[in-house]
Structure formats: C-alpha cells, structure tokens
C-alpha cells in the first residue's frame, strides 16, 4: 500500500515530500496527485514516453511468471539481496522497473525489509504491483528522469532487465545500501533469438555496468542464474511478448514462426545477477563523466 512508502516518496516537481490525503498525494506548495483505484499513483511528469510496456505486454510477463518460468530468477534475486544483507534489511526496499511486482513481493516476503517501493513507467504494470504485496507501494515514473524518491530512503534497490540511471539510484540509496542488477547473458532465450530473430544481447553487457557504476559502487559479487523451461507455443510467444522484441515484430508473422518450432521446445533462461554496495560517500550523484 501506498501508505506504506509515502514517507520514501518526494514530489516529482521538486518539493521534497509528499502526504497522502483524501485520496492522494499532495506537496507543501500544492501539487496534487490522485491515488487511482487500483492502488498506485502517477507521479510522471509530463506525457508517458512511448517505450511504456503496453497492457498486452505486462500480461504476457503475469502469465511467465505464474507458470514458474523466471522462479530461478526471482530465487537469485532473493538470494543475492539475503547475502549483501545478513542482519536484515532494516529500510525501502525500491525496484526501478518492477513489472508486476513479484521479485519485489519475493524480496519482503523472504527479508525483514518494512517497505517495497514498486516503479514502472506502465500503468498497467503499476496496477499489479500495488497488489502483489500488502507492503508495497506502486508509482508511475520515469527511471529516465529524477526518481520522485527520497535522497537517501532506500536500503536496497533492484534493477532487473529495467534501465538505469546511475546518478538516480546512487542519490536514492543510503550509504552503504545494496543495488542488485539483472541483466541477461548471451544465453538467454535460446533458441529462440536465432529462431525467431529477436534481439540480441551484447556479450559486454556485464562488463558495461560496471564501468557505468566505477566510483559509485563497489561489486560485491556477481552470479550467473540459469534455468531449462520447457515451453508450449503459447508460452514461448508470452515469453516473447512480454519483452523489447514484442515492439519490433509482425505478431501474425511471430506466431506463424512459433508454430513452425517444436513442441515443447526446451528453452533456456539465462541472467546474470550483479550486487554492487554503494561507497560511502553516497547522497548526491557521482561526477559528470
């Protein structure tokens, strides 16, 4: 619920907090922003960018993930934020790009964290992050513009086939605070890349992130997670329509190159998992390169 990460919020205008009342947000000098039935609220600023993932695609990505096929995933992710945190995860918990929300909800379900701060810039991605845990909070934004999150108020921060902002994320997280990465390696979706000509994964993709986070964080370890799913034709095009390549292929002409592969067809799930412990020095963003 929003209530649970109001005070982790500021106001995306530039007034550095936010209250909830009667039905929405409000800053001190009375910007106002409504709670949308559903839960979440929009702290855009400005129209929506057009790489929103459309309800189609939040859909196709809900299916995935209730068929267990990134449960390996969703386990690295948890494993990682419990191994950089052995006391607990005493503060937010915040998900820059958090899709449904499920990694989120795994994240507080397995830790003591009081607070998951779910942010998508899809509306339709927000509506099921506000219910996909009693202690999330779900907010549209911009992971390309300044996060309407307080300096400081994150302990931990997941990252997971979203883009970043390194300046945002290192601001947002207190010293000392956790940012897990997830990115996938050049086995993800085998075979399907080649089959169905998706697009591909640079293979320095890993080495890119750490020289984006050189002088802000420093990497703590970085496993690599991997998972054989067996899939229907109807779950391969989810798998495929949930992610970028579902904005740049004919869906008739997908689905007639689905039908066409065998079935079920073995397809690999692959990703890199990166845990990264931001210096000290942490509360502003890191120099210009």
Same mark, same amino acid.
């Given at each position: 619920?929003?209530?649970?990460?109001?005070?982790?919020?500021?106001?995306?205008?530039?007034?550095?907090?936010?209250?909830?009342?009667?039905?929405?947000?409000?800053?001190?000098?009375?910007?106002?922003?409504?709670?949308?039935?559903?839960?979440?609220?929009?702290?855009?600023?400005?129209?929506?960018?057009?790489?929103?993932?459309?309800?189609?695609?939040?859909?196709?990505?809900?299916?995935?993930?209730?068929?267990?096929?990134?449960?390996?995933?969703?386990?690295?992710?948890?494993?990682?934020?419990?191994?950089?945190?052995?006391?607990?995860?005493?503060?937010?918990?915040?998900?820059?790009?958090?899709?449904?929300?499920?990694?989120?909800?795994?994240?507080?379900?397995?830790?003591?964290?009081?607070?998951? +701060?779910?942010? #998508? $810039? *899809?509306?339709? %991605?927000? =509506?099921? @992050?506000?219910?996909?845990? /009693?202690?999330?909070?779900?907010?549209?934004?911009?992971?390309?513009?300044?996060?309407?999150?307080?300096?400081?108020?994150?302990?931990?921060?997941?990252?997971?086939?979203?883009?970043?902002?390194?300046?945002?994320?290192?601001?947002?997280?207190?010293?000392?605070?956790?940012?897990?990465?997830?990115?996938?390696?050049?086995?993800?979706?085998?075979?399907?890349?080649?089959?169905?000509?998706?697009?591909?994964?640079?293979?320095?993709?890993?080495?890119? +992130?750490?020289? #984006? $986070? *050189?002088?802000? %964080?420093? =990497?703590? @370890?970085?496993?690599?997670? /991997?998972?054989?799913?067996?899939?229907?034709?109807?779950?391969?095009?989810?798998?495929?329509?949930?992610?970028?390549?579902?904005?740049?292929?004919?869906?008739?002409?997908?689905?007639?190159?689905?039908?066409?592969?065998?079935?079920?067809?073995?397809?690999?799930?692959?990703?890199?998992?990166?845990?990264?412990?931001?210096?000290?020095?942490?509360?502003?963003?890191?120099?210009?390169?």
């Amino acid at each position: 619920m929003l209530s649970h990460v109001v005070g982790d919020l500021r106001c995306p205008h530039g007034e550095p907090t936010l209250a909830l009342t009667d039905g929405a947000l409000a800053c001190p000098v009375g910007h106002r922003f409504d709670l949308a039935r559903q839960g979440y609220v929009n702290l855009l600023v400005g129209p929506a960018p057009a790489a929103a993932d459309t309800a189609a695609m939040v859909a196709a990505r809900e299916r995935v993930q209730a068929a267990g096929h990134h449960d390996a995933i969703t386990a690295g992710i948890v494993a990682a934020v419990r191994a950089s945190a052995p006391e607990g995860v005493h503060g937010t918990v915040v998900d820059v790009g958090a899709g449904t929300g499920r990694h989120l909800a795994a994240v507080l379900e397995a830790t003591d964290a009081p607070a998951g +701060l779910a942010v #998508d $810039l *899809s509306k339709y %991605a927000a =509506r099921r @992050a506000a219910r996909a845990h /009693e202690r999330i909070g779900a907010v549209v934004a911009d992971a390309w513009q300044d996060l309407p999150v307080r300096t400081g108020a994150a302990a931990a921060a997941l990252v997971v086939f979203a883009p970043r902002d390194v300046g945002e994320l290192h601001r947002i997280l207190r010293p000392g605070g956790v940012l897990v990465f997830v990115s996938p390696t050049v086995r993800h979706l085998d075979p399907l890349v080649s089959a169905l000509d998706l697009l591909r994964v640079p293979p320095s993709k890993d080495q890119a +992130l750490d020289d #984006d $986070l *050189s002088g802000v %964080a420093v =990497r703590v @370890a970085r496993d690599t997670v /991997e998972d054989v799913r067996h899939l229907t034709p109807d779950e391969v095009l989810s798998m495929v329509a949930m992610g970028p390549s579902a904005h740049h292929r004919d869906p008739d002409e997908l689905t007639r190159s689905i039908g066409r592969l065998p079935s079920p067809l073995p397809v690999t799930v692959s990703v890199s998992v990166s845990t990264y412990r931001v210096a000290p020095a942490a509360g502003g963003r890191p120099p210009s390169a």
